[in-house]
């Protein structure tokens, strides 16, 4: 994200290869224009609702509030880069790029209506009012004025905000579209010549390091959604606008299918690099949003081929570059597996979207747990309790966190704040963009299914109230999930239809769901992992009950982790908390303006060993009372779940100032005993990724 760092770190070693010979499978590059410009998009499997259709409850709603009180929800008060960026008449901007507010505007309109809340609703509508009443003449959206400082990145963004604020506020929707169809005609023009506002040329300064070529596709969810809903006798200029953006970015070396290829695609990758591909691929942000990159052309063209590199996309990240917590690891690029790498919360946060948003069209069951296992760990794992602070990178293994004493050589592009919970540790992307993971996880919760039905395919509290065709359906989910194992749904219907409840891939085939009818039975999901369940006319209530037992991933050098359910679970560690005055990104003190009583860096130390090694065969469930659930919920003793795992303290190294890759033969130095493990998102320093030794019976039972 930190693009003048990168143009500093990376410039010398950019290898943008233009004639290399790919794999065989690799796909086509050539354009697909020319397509008639009134075919049908292809339909996603599972189709989304309308934001605000979906009511967050229980824990969650807690969560969205605690959000809407912290950082997020106050930045427009407050913060420069919101409260002052250029796009409402202000000044400030922390790149070229000018993509703070239109991020921020992303994730703060769908929590605004997530949550029906009006102080933010104000907020998003007097940000919106503002940058439409100042669109351009030409139609261009956004404070730039001259050709060279134009880049379409940021209004990628800013447009997949409108849509949203559309489909929850109808009265808005006509000077929505208005505004958008006026910019499609400036942005088709403008990449007409010669890809102008896409890739850069002399004498221009709007996107030295090519993000917007190879985000491109980005602009393709709301522009599908304008041309499906709004197209207004231009449904071939949005199509053709569409295919001018893909093929930018074919002419930027910068097409996600010459990437996503088996024997392409980097197992382990280290600087320099010798690749056929511009290293910006490896850039972890931009994988998490290049994972959309083909089904966005697969909408259009109806390649099978697209569809099928997704599930190839998806394999070779999981296999290679996917992290104990779900998102990627990657600071700000990738390398390898070890616990001692970062990965960015922005990379997080897209990967909450990517993952929800991939299930849409594949259907495949594991991508719903990948989006629940990003969503409950690495979210999480990386933003302050209270919401007002948050990291810039996670480590699967942080025994403390702090500005780190040394220059972080492990890191690729992250100075020694990046593991720092702040208001803007190392580059202030996360401080605007974190917000979107929980609002978009909420609006993708409920899915609307081929056959007409309803799916609860992200398992947390929430209500749907909805029209299937013309039958009214209301779905209340009630649920401590993934706290808890047991969902109860009370749902009231018009007419007949068919409810869907998705079934973990990690749930034990003796789990059993209870029906309408009051019978109880063992769950037999689809291959998809779907539950279906026949509602009756009226008031049903249904419940899922799920069974699991902890499950011991291995990595290498003989090393594991834990999980228990979707949870990920790391050694609990006593820490001394205190709070510094912020540092901004840039090293000094951030302005007073920009500051509120409330916005402090964090330094957390542990009071208790970390160093240990652990024997996975020897694992107890620890399960508290779960009818209430404490508030912040992602705090250190608050989930109601641990776990007890044998384990004793090793010597343990470090380096760069924090712990050293686990250590190949661990040197015991001390007794066994019985280790409190606790969610990993709930443990804002922890150790996950440990080293495996065998040891004697230890007792669990405290």
């Known amino acids: 994200m930190a693009s003048s760092l990168i143009a500093k770190a990376f410039t010398a070693s950019l290898l943008i290869s233009t004639g290399f010979a790919l794999p065989q499978e690799t796909l086509t590059r050539s354009s697909f224009r020319g397509r008639d410009s009134k075919s049908d998009l292809i339909q996603p499997v599972y189709q989304s609702f309308p934001l605000g259709t979906i009511k967050p409850r229980g824990w969650f709603k807690d969560q969205l509030s605690l959000e809407a009180d912290g950082l997020a929800g106050n930045l427009y008060d407050f913060y420069r880069y919101v409260h002052d960026s250029m796009w409402i008449g202000g000044s400030s901007e922390y790149s070229v790029l000018h993509e703070s507010s239109p991020y921020w505007f992303n994730s703060i309109v769908p929590l605004a209506f997530g949550l029906d809340d009006p102080r933010l609703k104000g907020q998003v509508y007097a940000y919106m009012d503002y940058v439409l009443d100042h669109q351009q003449d030409d139609g261009w959206l956004g404070p730039e004025t001259t050709p060279e400082t134009r880049g379409l990145w940021a209004r990628c963004y800013f447009l997949v905000g409108l849509m949203q604020y559309a489909q929850a506020d109808p009265t808005q929707t006509e000077r929505i579209v208005d505004a958008m169809h006026r910019y499609i005609q400036i942005a088709n023009s403008m990449l007409k010549d010669g890809f102008a506002g896409l890739i850069e040329k002399e004498g221009q300064d709007y996107d030295g390091d090519g993000f917007g070529a190879m985000r491109a596709h980005e602009m ?406 779960v009818s209430t659930l404490a508030n912040p919920i992602w705090d250190l003793n608050a989930p109601p779940i641990e776990l007890r795992v044998a384990a004793v303290e090793i010597d343990w190294p470090l380096e760069y100032d924090t712990a050293a890759d686990p250590p190949l033969k661990p040197n015991i130095t001390g007794r066994p005993f019985s280790a409190r493990f606790v969610p990993f998102g709930s443990a804002k320093i922890h150790m996950a990724h440990l080293p495996v030794v065998q040891m004697a019976k230890v007792d669990l039972s405290n």
């Open 220 to 625: 393709h969810i709301p522009l599908q959604w304008l041309y499906e809903n709004h197209p207004r006798n231009s449904s071939q200029l949005i199509w053709e606008t569409m295919e001018l953006m893909i093929e930018g970015s074919v002419a930027a070396n910068s097409d996600w299918r010459t990437y996503w290829v088996k024997g392409v695609y980097p197992e382990v990758t280290y600087t320099p690099r010798n690749e056929p591909f511009k290293d910006l691929f490896n850039h972890g942000v931009n994988m998490a949003e290049g994972l959309r990159y083909p089904l966005s052309i697969y909408r259009m063209t109806h390649d099978e081929a697209l569809k099928t590199q997704t599930r190839t996309a998806v394999d070779l990240l999981s296999q290679y570059h996917r992290s104990l917590a779900g998102t990627i690891i990657g600071d700000e690029f990738i390398t390898d597996l070890n616990p001692i790498r970062g990965a960015e919360l922005c990379t997080a946060a897209e990967m909450t979207f990517s993952m929800a948003y991939i299930h849409q069209y594949l259907g495949d069951n594991d991508l719903a747990d990948w989006a629940e296992q990003v969503a409950f760990n690495a979210v999480p794992g990386s933003i302050f309790p209270d919401w007002w602070s948050h990291q810039y990178v996670q480590q699967e293994n942080q025994p403390w966190s702090r500005n780190l004493a040394v220059s972080p050589g492990m890191w690729v592009n992250v100075g020694s704040r990046g593991n720092v919970f702040g208001l803007e540790p190392n580059y202030p992307c996360c401080t605007v963009n974190h917000g979107q993971a929980y609002p978009k996880f909420l609006a993708n919760s409920f899915t609307q299914t081929q056959d007409g039905g309803i799916a609860h395919v992200l398992l947390i509290p929430g209500s749907i109230t909805t029209s299937l065709d013309n039958n009214l359906v209301s779905i209340q989910a009630d649920t401590m999930y993934p706290f808890g194992m047991n969902l109860k749904y009370t749902i009231l219907s018009a007419a007949e239809f068919s409810f869907y409840v998705r079934i973990p891939g990690w749930a034990d085939p003796s789990s059993t769901v209870t029906g309408p009818d009051g019978k109880t039975s063992k769950v037999s999901p689809s291959d998809q992992g779907l539950q279906k369940i026949s509602i009756r006319r009226g008031l049903s209530t249904v419940t899922v009950n799920l069974n699991t037992e902890p499950r011991v991933v291995t990595r290498a050098n003989n090393t594991a982790a834990i999980y228990y359910g979707p949870l990920l679970y790391s050694l609990h560690i006593d820490s001394n908390v205190s709070t510094v005055p912020p540092v901004a990104f840039s090293g000094d003190a951030v302005p007073s303006t920009s500051t509120t009583s409330h916005t402090h860096d964090h330094v957390i130390e542990p009071e208790s060993i970390w160093n240990v090694a652990i024997d996975p065969s020897q694992i107890r469930v620890a399960q508290a009372d």
